[in-house]
């Protein structure tokens, strides 16, 4: 296929350009604004075209859509914490932005796969979320990425528009920014900085790898059925005081190193996706959580050359304002 990847110089894209290179020889266009989370290093040695432009803007959206088959969109700030602290560009680029690339793939008739997160249906006690249980947003970030959904599904509705939306769970793995709890826990564990746990530490994620993540996306591009949404949730739950733990066994840190914090306002306590409707597409996790983590530690650890340039500059200045401390 020829696809257009908006947002693929991030995490997520950037592992599902290297499947779909790897797997399906894909031609792929990537759109980036290369926010501090976006790194041409994510693509270095693939073979793709990177535009740098950001999705609100038409021109350049039109420029990179041509000859292009479909629209897969991952383009977003993405971090709870800056969308508590500043949600402007959560809006502009999750508003205006999806608005902008829904037009440009209504005016060429292609294929849109929106790319959201569990956490626009809010916290659930007990259970697990399906794609028909109501969006219920509690941060700025879910509140504008479910705003986002809603107005994809206005283009499939309205105008016809072949758009899809996946709602993966809590990702990890390789190229991570390091705000993230994992690779956050795990630079500060091989640092020996201190590990903020938020509140008591007993919020639960459904961790899904990402490569497990970018395959679900791959089959709801190639058979999900248009107007519809699909839950990628990962095969296991873990309280994040239980990941902290392990992260500081893998990497031999100290201990006395955990340290609970003041807890996020409004704090998800849990979140879970039920599966079934994307595994009737033939898709299924491969990667447990044990495992992945271990994976991961071990990826963070090799590969110093990917996040010694992040972790200084302005990532030192966000730590200091989030965590009103220095890191060593
Ligand atoms: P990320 O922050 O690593 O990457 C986001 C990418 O989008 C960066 O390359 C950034 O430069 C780019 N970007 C930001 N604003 C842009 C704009 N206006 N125009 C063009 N590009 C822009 O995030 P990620 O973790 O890879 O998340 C990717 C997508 O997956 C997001 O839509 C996110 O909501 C969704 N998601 C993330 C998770 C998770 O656990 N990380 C889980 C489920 C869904
Ligand atoms: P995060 O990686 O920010 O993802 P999300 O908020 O999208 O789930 O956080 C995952 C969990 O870890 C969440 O419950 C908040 C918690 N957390 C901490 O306890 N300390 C931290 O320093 C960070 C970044 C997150």
Known sequence: MRLLVCGGAGFIGSNFVRLRLAEHGDEIVVLDKLTYAGRRENLEGLDVRLVHA????????????????????????????RSIAEPGAFVTTHAVGTWVLLE???????????????????SIEEG????????APSSPYSATKAGAD??????????????????????????????????????????????????????????????????????????????????VGGPDECPNIDVVRRVIELTGADESLLEYVTDRPGHDRRYSLGSEKVRALGWEARVRFADGLEQTVAWYRDNRAWWEPIRSGDYMEYYRRQYGRALG
């Not at 060429?108 to 956490?119: F, H, K, L, N």
């Not at 639960?204 to 490569?211: D, I, K, P, T």
């Open 54 to 81: 950001g999705i609100e803007d038409a021109e350049a959206v039109a420029g990179a859509l041509k000859g292009v088959d479909a629209i897969v969109n991952f383009a977003a700030e993405t971090h709870v914490d």
């Open 104 to 122: 440009a793939a209504r005016e060429r008739a292609v294929r849109y796969v929106q790319v959201s997160t569990d956490e626009v249906y809010g």
């Open 128 to 135: 697990s979320f399906t794609e028909s249980s109501p969006l």
């Open 150 to 231: 809603l107005l994809v599904s206005s283009y499939f509705h309205t105008y016809g528009l072949p758009a899809l939306i996946c709602r993966g769970s809590n990702n990890y793995g390789p190229r991570q920014y390091p705000e993230k709890l994992i690779p956050l826990m795990v630079l500060n564990a091989l640092h020996g900085d201190t590990l903020p746990v938020y509140g008591d530490g007993m919020q639960v994620r459904n961790w899904l790898y990402v490569e497990d993540f970018a395959r679900a996306i791959g089959h709801v591009l190639a058979h999900g059925a248009p107007g519809e949404a699909y839950n």
